[in-house]
């Protein structure tokens, strides 16, 4: 088995791709992995095992068609997690996200197809959905995508399922909640609090706090992920939740506990435009296949704090 994934020197490529390689995976256990990744400024090598007998690591570009009809031929499977996925950027310049996140799709399709592999699973987002004052959405609900990130990554879906539909491509669309846990970039919400913290730096929060989000730790994601690329069926989308909703202003809290930090060192700043209220996640769908979480958020969380004390080198340029 030969499994390709882009963007897997990212945040969740990276667990999924370390996990496969550690046999996590039941019939992977011998799978050849090639990781197809542009390394930008989100991309690290330093979060995979490079010199893994059975990783290939190829630095391209999921825009670039013929690095990838170089690249692609003799894999069963594509698994993408390529993306710019930083919802603040998206706000300051939407072009890369377009670029990246539509038209890359679109190429990657093109080539899987071309190349004749066989499933191309697809990692996309709940905040496709919108946001949702009350309930939950299932996988029937429309798109109403809100920021320039989440409208990008609806286009995706939406080449994806053309694809599915037009070319009979076997492709599977995964929609999950908000991760965290080790390896994260440290732009995203809870490792920057969490090394802000740790510095003894201000963190600040976006207008009162009150913002929801359905937290899933990363390796429960990518566990979810390979039961749909196992046990999924093609055309599909499948939710990836966790029911665990909890308000920014309380992830502060705890983290600032966790840090033993200033609770001082909370500030509120100025909303960031757009921002959606709440996301929340019917994914009944998925556990019908076998999928349960397996990580407790705040054994989940306070693992996630020990890893960034114990790793300062991984992210802080002057330690
Ligand atoms: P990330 O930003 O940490 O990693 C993205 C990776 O893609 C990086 O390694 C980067 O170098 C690579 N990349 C970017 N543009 C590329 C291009 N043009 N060609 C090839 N490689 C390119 O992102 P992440 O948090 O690991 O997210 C992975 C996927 O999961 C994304 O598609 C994202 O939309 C989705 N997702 C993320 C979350 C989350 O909470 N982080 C939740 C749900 C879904």
Redesign the pocket.
Known sequence: MRVFV?????????EYVRAMLAGAYPGYEDAEVTV?????????TANLPMDHERLTFVQ????DGAALERALPGHEVVV???????VDRSVAGAEPFV???VL?TQQLLDHSLRAGVGTVLC?????VYGSIESGSWDENEPLLPNSP?SAS?AG?DLMARAFWRTHKLDVRIT??????GPY??IE?LIPLFITNLLAGKPVGLYGDGGNVREWLH?SD?CAALQRVLTDGEPGEVYNIGSGVEVTNRSIAERLVQLCDADPGLIRYVEDRKGHDLRYSLDFGKITKLGFTPAIDFEQGLADTVRWYRDHPSWWSSDS
């Open positions: 882009t963007g897997g020197a990212g945040f969740i490529g990276s197809f990744d542009l390394l930008t400024y989100a991309g690290n391209g570009d999921i825009r993408h997690f390529a993306a710019e996925s930083h670029s990246t996140n890359g990692v996309s987002t709940d905040e990130y990554k995706s929609r999950c909640s908000n991760n965290y994260q970039n995203k990363v994601h």
